[in-house]
C-alpha cells in the first residue's frame, strides 16, 4: 500500500483539487441531489451531472492516473446513458435501485485507493 505519488507529477496533475474538483464532482453531486428531490422537471439534471462526472474522470484518468478514475468514469458515463434513456422513456423507473448501486460501485473504486494506492503504477515515479 505505497502511495509514493502523493507529492509527485501524478499528484500535481490530478483534477481533484481546486476549482477543477469543484466544477467536474461537487456541482454536479449537488445537481444529483437536487434531481433527486425533484418530481418534475429534474430527469435532465443527473444526465448532465453524471456527464460532466464521468467525462472529470476520463480527463483525470488519462492525465494522472488516478485509480477509481478507471471504474468511476466509464461508470458515470453509462449513469448518464441511462438516466438519458429514462428521460425519454425507453427504460423502465428503477426507484430505489440504480442510485446505490452506483454509490457503492463509486465506494468500492475510493476503497481500492486505499489498498492499491492512489495512482496507477504506470504514473507514479520510479523509485
Known sequence: MNDSCTTSEGSARDLTRG???????????????????????GAWLPVAAFAVMGAGCLANMARCGRLHCYVTGPLCLLAAIWYLLLALGRVPPHPGVVGPVILVIVLLAFAAEFLFGRYTKAHRPSQ
Not at 20 to 27: E, T
Open 19 to 41: 476549482m477543477s474538483a469543484w466544477l467536474l464532482w461537487y456541482l454536479p453531486i449537488v445537481a444529483l441531489v437536487v434531481g433527486g428531490a425533484l418530481h418534475r422537471g
